[in-house]
């Protein structure tokens, strides 16, 4: 794991797999209590085995450098093996005892341990600091520090590669850690699966009429195919990683309320939750969804009516100007409004007191994503199903409603016929997904930088004019470790890495693909082209402008997959409407009538294709899951060889035991077994029987025919 | 085990947990292949350890009794109980080691491992006797002897009580294996599940209007709980029975074809068979099925076709006569082209050339059932879709059909106003449920009992008349045994028992609960009666009418869930367009154009309701599955002690450990690590740095407010 990396400074020969920062800030606090925290930090830290320095940070802030030992390093990457092999996410134990010392496989396992270590509560051995709760509500982060070195020449090998081979992935999972690393994987197969729609899409954008039905029904399909073809790629992945069923094993959020503690027959700590009132808590999600998209749907709708009538049915003075002006008020109301309902998304996720951290994280981040779909989504979908079909009802219909609430503007409003365009509905598409895709590439990766930079002006700005103490202007640091200390400094004001961010923005451009695909074809080439770019520029991002993040381990993307079931499913019926609705074959017809009929057909094919699909990969199998089991079979093997010396019980009997077999039966109370018991009996009994029945026919001189 | 049944006969004291019979007949073969024949079964039995003694059979057939001695029996026992282990079905090692000799825990455990001793190849321990394939084509059938004073008094004991216990599935277990006790755990599930719909049926019959909407949405609601309340249930019991998982380590059936044996890495020897031909082969199906579909279709509608002609147009001569050909005609037919499709069946599913046993079984018995299900349900559909909705221009037409095919009937056939009639279709399905409840109960109890009774004389009226050998005409039987004798030659001619035969008629009883249950609410009601002596009678029916079936073990009913499943979804979508188009608010209108609407709301209310069943059962999870994991962590945790003695490492070093601890950071090649190596140092530094910031500001004489 040490670096290979030529260079002059510490950091040539500095291994960072036993490493870990605590961002201790006393700048909230007051300064004996701060002490108190301060002491009791190191206490707990030295508790559990850990070495540490201390340096200053920026502003009133410490950096408790944490340093594990190599004989409890080695110790505790031997334990955590054990454990997967109690918890069956590995199937050999690794042998050894309690005592044993063993090397991390890679930098990741190594540093699971170190977290471990820091974040695992008391009785478990760590030293149970939580970062930003409860009693450590003054340490603002814990983090491993960037293996620099290993960083740039991955991202450089990264970027000179056209295709990211399993061998680059494992690379990410052994810096990163496996959750981290699947989200890359994902990333990686839905690329070389969009060349796909991406091919056909160009030759329908050339060749097919618009809205086209075959264009349709390919991608519906390419959906289901992809989503079946991953579910396999991320058992396989899981198994090659070793984290199948990781899940199994986590322990408990330290945020997380109990009613009550019990002992259960086993001698084993319950924190006792009642399930109804979970079950209870978790379904408000469904009214807040619903309230939330009413909330969206109404501002949307207003904004779009406002639109709507200012460029269609009004007149009067500043017109031109008046037009921009909802577009203008939505775009400034959006971001406070959605983050309003993402501060109450909080709110209730904390309310519904998950009791492990990763099932929070997948509810808070989930909610989110619903969220996010509505505010995108929304709007199409009024352009496809309310604003196209139905404008030539709704416009007169609002304009007479304006004129009722405002009396005074009767004369400047004037009756234009309304035209309801089609290209209406591809101009929101190309609109929404284009500028997604742009402002989310400048919201990650420009935004931060800019941000971080000027964060940084300030914060040298402040240093030399605050009237409060800051600890840099005091100390000074040693020369060999002003470069490494500067390095550290940076890295504890970065954000920390939120991987189901990044997955929930690919969940949401899937979805586009599934529900839009036949309003322009051209939407996956786009795609394509973005997420060749957004895998490399993920990579740099963690790199870069994020805390080294944790390296947790996961057996998949989790409950993405179920969003994108769902988005595909979905996608059945929403493209079959808009082909129906704005194919040119129906066009102009609008037969809403049959409408219900395409909608079911279309959907009920997908499923059956899905099943289908899924019956196929599945009779197929994994190319993992089939090693594991010849493995498997091998271990049964030679236990099962053990136990089996002679197969075959009744051969190579010896003299005395055929004996003793004999004497057994004899003794036998039911006479019944008694009476063939020597050798050789059974059979001449059986062949008596068989040769007087050939008697008996010989002497009736009738052998009938065989049947 | 030993029988506690008063009597003064011989089993009394009889055994049954170590033996099985094999019927020999060699009635069809010449007497030298015959004698050859028998000659190897001897060997390859005593091969296997197994003692045998021989009786004469019926006709020309030998009863061979085979008996496991003790030793051989308790040791197989044992290592199945090891298999299991290592297959992860149990969870702890059962101890022990080649040698050990275990009772099996009840009877089936016992018969099993005599099962396997007869059944399975050489190479596996067995004596590879497989009746009536290749080269024991003449070993018609090998059983194990029903334990009947348990049969009696457990008949006894389940006809006395209302309702089934989970200890007495546990004694049908303990008898016949859980294959067979989870289909008796299926109907008394089902049975006390089904009183909700017997009553809101009743109240529906009474108070609420015909095709009642309400009464369709409790039922299709009640479907789905019952289904995933029973996938609880069904994880539940394999747990309690130690076979969850079992389907894992089944070995391949012998008439398994493969291409070619390969030998992997492992030394295991593999039996290849390429999976794109399976699949390829099994596809197969959907063909069949198809075509199997368009000829019951095409039978029934023109015996409908028939019926509606002769009874609503035709006035001719035997009017009253004819009317009732096509019904006769139709009842004639049916069994002979079920039967011939069900040879292609048949011959398909051995195509497909299944690696085990159950796969095969399972394949052949779903593609019975898919022919039931259309032979059962198409009248139903028809009546419903066709007849009823269109038979006001089909009629017409037919006649105008008939007309011109048969110039001749141009005077017979007169035109008579028709009038669709929806009691038609009432009385469709209460004629086919009712009708078919009462032929299956008299094919599966009446019948065979009738057809044994009539065999059994023929028997004895050819032993005294035949022109062939009958052994029991030449041989005497000892007597002490004959009573017993008697009972096993009884045996030897009863019919297998497959256990899917039965579940096929529950799932087919479910769908018309599923899909037709707002035509007539008393539908359940009769179910309910009919199931709670179904599930008596199927008892007493595999005692008295079968030979006594092999313990096999599953985890469940297998691929029924699945049948379960899509009939509940198809039901969502039936019953909602059976209450649109007969439902008195809309009958009349008859409004086509919403029908599709309408269906879609329907399966996609049911399916969201279907989603929230299963998360609200999947977060209050099952007893069983508690449990189990206790016991895991239970495990886990006397595991964990051993190896973590001391958990938090840092606490209670010794002087020399501490000492050892720092003089190996000293040595450390980077000085970094090296500052505040002496205890306390660290936090001496830290505690410096905030009393540093403390004093400046003391200096300032400006403590900021906290914020």
């Known amino acids: 794991m040490a670096s290979l990396y030529p260079s002059l400074n510490m950091e040539s020969t500095m291994r ?28 707990d830290l030295e508790a559990a085995g850990l070495h540490t320095e201390i340096r200053p ?137 969009l060349l796909f729609p991406a091919a056909t899409g160009v030759i329908a954008w050339m060749w097919l009429p618009k809205y086209s039905l075959s264009y349709a029904i390919l991608t519906s399909i390419w959906c289901s195919v992809f989503l079946e073809y991953w579910k396999l790629q991320q058992v396989d992945l899981s198994i090659r990683w070793d984290v199948r069923g990781v899940h199994k094993s986590k322990i408990n959020r330290p945020e997380f309320k109990y009613e009550k503690t019990m002992i259960d027959s086993h001698g084993r700590t319950i924190h006792f939750f009642p399930k109804w009132k979970q079950i209870a808590r978790q379904s408000l999600q469904v009214p807040f969804i619903l309230v939330a998209t009413a909330v969206l749907g109404v501002i949307i709708i207003a904004v779009f009516a406002l639109e709507v009538l200012v460029s269609e049915a009004y007149d009067g003075p500043y017109q031109n100007y008046l037009e921009y ?76 409603t304006l004129v009722t609430f405002f009396p005074k503007l009767d004369g400047a409003v004037v009756v234009h016929k309304f035209t309801p365009d089609a290209d209406k509905l591809r101009n929101e598409v190309i609109a929404l997904t284009l500028t997604g895709q742009l402002s989310s590439f400048f919201e990650e990766n420009i935004m931060p930088m800019i941000k971080h930079k000027l964060s940084g002006m300030y914060r040298s700005y402040r240093r030399k004019y605050s009237k409060q103490a800051m600890l840099l202007t005091m100390v000074e640091d040693d020369k060999e470790e002003v470069e490494f200390l500067a390095s550290v400094r940076n890295q504890s004001t970065l954000a920390q890495y939120n991987v189901h961010e990044d997955m929930a923005e690919l ?113 197929y199998g994994s190319e993992q899951i089939r090693k594991e089991r010849d493995e498997r079979y091998a271990r049964r093997l030679k236990y099962l060889e053990q136990i089996e010396a002679n197969k075959r019980a009744g051969v190579n009997l010896t003299v005395a035991e055929r004996e003793k077999r004999r004497s057994v039966l004899i003794t036998d109370s039911d006479k019944f077994w008694t009476k063939q018991v020597e050798d050789g009996q059974s059979a001449a009994a059986g062949l008596n029987l068989i040769n007087m029945a050939r008697k008996w026919e010989d002497d009736q001189g009738s052998k009938p025919k065989q049947s």
């Open 325 to 400: 002006v909802p577009t203008v008020l939505l775009a400034v109301a959006i971001p406070y409004i959605s983050s309003a309902l993402e501060s109450v998304a909080e709110t209730l996720t904390k309310y519904e007191n998950h009791r492990t951290a990763d099932v929070h994280e997948v509810s808070m981040t989930q909610k989110i994503f619903m969220l996010n779909i509505i505010t995108n989504y929304l709007p199409i979908l009024l352009v496809a199903f309310v604003y196209i079909p139905f404008g030539d009802e709704v416009v007169p219909w609002l304009k007479q």
């Open 57 to 193: 940070g920026y502003d009133r802030s410490i950096l408790v450098f944490v340093k594990v030992p190599r004989v409890l390093l080695g110790n505790n990457v031997y334990k955590g093996r054990v454990k997967d092999w109690l918890y069956s996410i590995t199937q050999t134990h690794p042998g050894g005892d309690k005592d044993t010392i063993v090397e991390g496989k890679f930098e990741a396992e190594d540093l699971l341990a170190v977290y471990h270590l820091v974040h695992w509560p008391k009785d478990m051995g760590g030293a149970g600091i939580t970062p930003e709760v409860g009693q450590w509500e003054n340490v603002k982060s814990i983090f491993p520090l960037h293996n620099e070195p290993v960083n740039n020449s991955l991202l450089r090998h990264l970027s000179r590669r056209v295709l990211i081979t399993v061998e680059d992935l494992d690379q990410i999972r052994d810096l990163f850690g496996s959750k981290v690393a699947f989200y890359f994987a994902f990333i990686q197969n839905y690329l070389i699966f």
């Open 507 to 619: 969940v949401l451009q899937f979805g586009y693909l599934a529900l839009f695909s036949p309003v322009w074809p051209l939407i996956p080439l786009g795609f394509l082209i973005n997420n060749w770019i957004e895998l490399r520029s993920d990579f740099a991002k963690i790199c870069i402008e994020h805390q080294r993040p944790a390296p947790a381990r996961a057996d998949g993307v989790g409950p993405w997959v179920m969003s994108l079931e769902i988005l595909t499913w979905v996608g059945s019926i929403s493209t079959a409407a808009i082909v129906h609705l704005f194919g040119t074959d129906t066009f102009g017809t609008k037969s809403w009538f049959s409408l219900p009929l395409t909608i079911f057909v279309s959907e009920h094919i997908l499923l059956l294709l899905r099943a289908i699909t899924r019956w196929i990969f599945e009779r």
């Open 16 to 43: 960072y797999n036993d490493k870990y920062v605590i961002h201790y800030d006393f700048g909230d606090a007051d300064y004996d209590t701060a002490i108190e925290e301060f002491k009791t930090l190191l206490i």
